[in-house]
T-cell receptor, first 113, second 118 residues
Framework: AQSVTQLGSHVSVSEGALVLLRCNYSSSVPPYLFWYVQYPNQGLQLLLKYTTGATLVKGINGFEAEFKKSETSFHLTKPSAHMSDAAEYFCAVLSGGYNKLIFGAGTRLAVHP | GAVVSQHPSRVICKSGTSVKIECRSLDFQATTMFWYRQFPKQSLMLMATSNEGSKATYEQGVEKDKFLINHASLTLSTLTVTSAHPEDSSFYIC??????????????FGNGTRLTVT
């Protein structure tokens, strides 16, 4: 069965520091992987997604993620954190039938001055 | 770009009453819509998948008689929480896709509905 594990429910970084949010996946079929961001009391916004092809995926707001099959990972990074990046981040994988999205538990990113 | 509109954004209802939440795709035909529930500081839990014109498929543990889902058109799905109780208070989010298969089709999310049952 497909699943994602997000390591670290809370991550805190200084403004300007590297952001690294970890996600490991399990999939019995070629994985389709996603990162979403959620601001308080709002829906989800897609940051980026991996389908096939290039393993380094660039998304919005300066985020990127690298698909590493050997490590079953899809970690999200941003070179320099902004205060506005403070939010909840969810990693997700499509189900085996590619007809549902399965979310990880989420990581709350705090950015301090 | 494609937009999914969810209404209302917030609703307060009394225990025992029913409340309806609407999810509309504004510029595409939503063949498939999903309803999620999110408890505070937790992840999204898929409640059900609805395909236009057919009965919704509920996830294990979700009471279909309590959470009524209707997907009568390609642009509208509704979730009705019947006989609401305080434990139904939660953040409900819908998403919609023009296709049943999500690997080659976008999935768009509404902005969620905060339900408070008093």
């Amino acid at each position: 069965a497909q699943s994602v594990t997000q390591l670290g429910s809370h991550v805190s970084v200084s403004e300007g520091a590297l952001v690294l949010l970890r996600c490991n996946y399990s999939s019995s079929v070629p994985p389709y992987l996603f990162w979403y961001v959620q601001y308080p009391n709002q829906g989800l916004q897609l940051l980026l997604k991996y389908t096939t092809g290039a393993t380094l995926v660039k998304g919005i707001n300066g985020f990127e993620a690298e698909f590493k099959k050997s490590e079953t990972s899809f970690h999200l990074t941003k070179p320099s954190a902004h205060m506005s990046d403070a939010a909840e981040y969810f990693c997700a994988v499509l189900s085996g039938g590619y007809n549902k999205l399965i979310f990880g538990a989420g990581t709350r990113l705090a950015v301090h001055p | 770009g494609a937009v999914v509109s969810q209404h209302p954004s917030r609703v307060i209802c009394k225990s025992g009453t029913s409340v309806k939440i609407e999810c509309r795709s504004l510029d595409f035909q939503a063949t498939t819509m999903f309803w999620y529930r999110q408890f505070p500081k937790q992840s999204l839990m898929l409640m059900a998948t609805s395909n236009e014109g057919s009965k919704a498929t509920y996830e294990q543990g979700v009471e279909k008689d309590k959470f009524l889902i209707n997907h009568a058109s390609l642009t509208l799905s509704t979730l009705t929480v019947t006989s609401a109780h305080p434990e139904d208070s939660s953040f409900y989010i819908c998403s919609a896709s023009p296709s049943i298969q999500l690997n080659n089709s976008p999935l768009h999310f509404g902005n969620g509905t905060r339900l408070t049952v008093t």
